[in-house]
């Protein structure tokens, strides 16, 4: 499964073994057991990537193999956008901080996780 942290100023992308469901079941016992919300809700999530990065064109392919839980398109000249469907976790349906989590296949969650990871080390080159 991927998991999508968003915070106030970014957010992280990470891929965990755990299955979806008890990954979502435990977030939701530890809420319960420290009396905090939680609100789990259908939802997407995006992010773009650089359109030069080596593998964007497996991850197209990955893409298209896992039908309608990713999808690749171009985003401008520079970069193409990746969107998926899957579960929001946050203390409120219009909190703009929480947590996304996804499902889709073990070979384009891997290829998706390296593009990100190969994306964050080109940028942080670039930030002085």
């Not at 899957?86 to 989590?101: D, H, M, Q, R």
Request: net charge negative; with cysteine.
């Amino acid at each position: 499964m991927l998991k999508l942290t968003y915070t106030e100023t970014s957010f992280d992308l990470e891929r965990l073994t755990q299955s979806l469901e008890d990954w979502v079941t435990g977030r939701v016992v530890l809420a319960m057991r420290v009396g905090h919300c939680v609100c789990v809700e259908k939802s997407t999530a995006a992010f773009l990537l650089p359109v030069d990065l080596p593998g964007v064109d497996l991850l197209r392919t990955e893409a298209q193999r896992d039908g309608n839980q990713i999808n690749v398109c171009a985003g401008d000249a520079e970069s193409i956008e990746v969107s998926m469907s899957g579960s929001w976790l946050s203390v409120g349906s219009s909190a703009e901080e929480g947590v996304f989590v996804t499902a889709m296949s073990d070979r384009t969650e891997f290829v998706l996780c390296k593009l990100w990871q190969e994306a964050q080390r080109s940028t942080s080159f670039l930030i002085p």
